[in-house]
């Protein structure tokens, strides 16, 4: 009987003392903890934003609550799962320093009335507000460093992928930006550029203004200039000599002698560099001097820097007098197998130029037409006559000679 009094006294003990450790544990509500670096939550941003309205600085991030509860509840929350929540939807004008109180919120294993809140710190967050500013500002190019001399760069027809940036942020930082400001550096460029450069927003006078705040529709814009190479040149005639006209007894004057053209490195290494204006016949001319146009064609790729669109060449004979002859000397060459030819012209008019000493001795007997016949087909047509001289008039040669009318047809026809 003692026995059992005194396992029942110890069982009692014992559960009394579970009890107390439970209570104690579990239920007291004198235990309090403090819970550092407690994230800060803005609500109602959207609203602001449709004040046109929005956030400059917050004076805080985080901060720091101490609370008081039962054990149970205050070890089921940490700085992790509190939040605290600021409700911007009670700002209706811009301001600096407003004062705004926050609620924090727990867990959702945790009643929202689980612990007293005996201290927050801060125990405000304070905000500064501005105008929202959209705008839209131009795009400047800064153009910087040394440019080669032997190249033409073309900064007037820059092409840009975004002539505007549109800016949003807080108007005291938005109202100073007046243009974005792309640099470029030109030391050792000789090629084309393409491609694509970040920007610095800038106030009216070009100083970068601060714009952390800032944000905007583009963070690089894409360049296109074209950069060519620039060399001189050398502007020639393509001269055929003839009618007694030789280097020896003529001058021909190209003006201007030079341009300066661009293009890329290919197209001027195919160019060379002299360039032909084009071809002058100087049997074809008798005035002394004589002035002849020509257009300058380049090549595509090449481009005419000077602006000099035509050329003049100036043709000057030395020496050489012009007489004109009628021959009835004319021989057929050439005629081809079982054809016979029969000229019809009777004579021939001929005109003539080379020294004067040689001119003055030249008869009608000294001069032949010879009819070349290689490749002609039956019938009645007209034919180029080549002129020979007879020997002893070496410097002397046709101008101009008429055709003559032939009839081809077969043999004993």
Known sequence: MK?????????????????WVFVVSNVSQGDDTTFYNIPVVMEGESVLNERNLMITSVSANTVSLHLSGTRSDLSKVDSSNILV???????????????????????????????????????????????????????????????????????????????????????AVAD?????????????????????????????????????????????????MQIQRIKVLTLTANVVYGGGATEKNTTVDIEPKTIRVSGSEAALADIGDTYSVGTINLSELEKSPSELKYAIALPEGVTNQTGVAEVTVTVRFTGLRIREFTIDNITSINVPEGMEAEIISANLTVKVRGPADEIDRLTE?????????????????????????????????????????ATLQAAGG
């Open 3 to 19: 026995k059992n009094k005194l396992y029942s006294l110890a069982l009692s003990i014992v559960v009394a003392f579970g009890l």
């Open 85 to 171: 929540k600021v409700d911007l939807s009670k700002i209706y004008e811009p301001g600096e320093k407003i004062a705004l109180s926050y609620t924090p919120s727990y867990p959702g294993t945790v009643s929202s009335d689980a612990f007293v809140v005996e201290n927050k710190n801060p125990a405000s967050i304070y905000v500064n507000v501005d105008y929202r500013r959209n705008k839209e500002i131009p795009v400047q190019i800064k153009f910087t460093g040394t440019r080669s001399e032997n190249c033409i760069y073309d900064t007037d027809n820059v092409v840009l992928d975004n002539t505007t940036v549109t800016v949003v942020g807080p108007a």
């Open 176 to 224: 100073r930006i007046e243009y974005a400001v792309i640099e470029v550096d030109l030391t050792n460029r000789t090629e084309s550029i393409s491609e694509s450069f970040r920007y610095t927003l800038c106030d009216g006078e070009g100083n970068p203004v601060d714009a952390e705040q800032i944000t905007t529709n583009v963070e690089e814009i894409r360049l296109d």
């Open 365 to 405: 007997e000294d001069i032949f037409a010879v009819v070349d016949f290689t490749g002609a087909e039956a019938g009645t047509a007209t034919y180029k006559a080549s002129i020979t001289f007879r020997e002893g008039f070496s410097n002397v040669g046709a101008m101009k000679a008429g055709s003559v009318s």
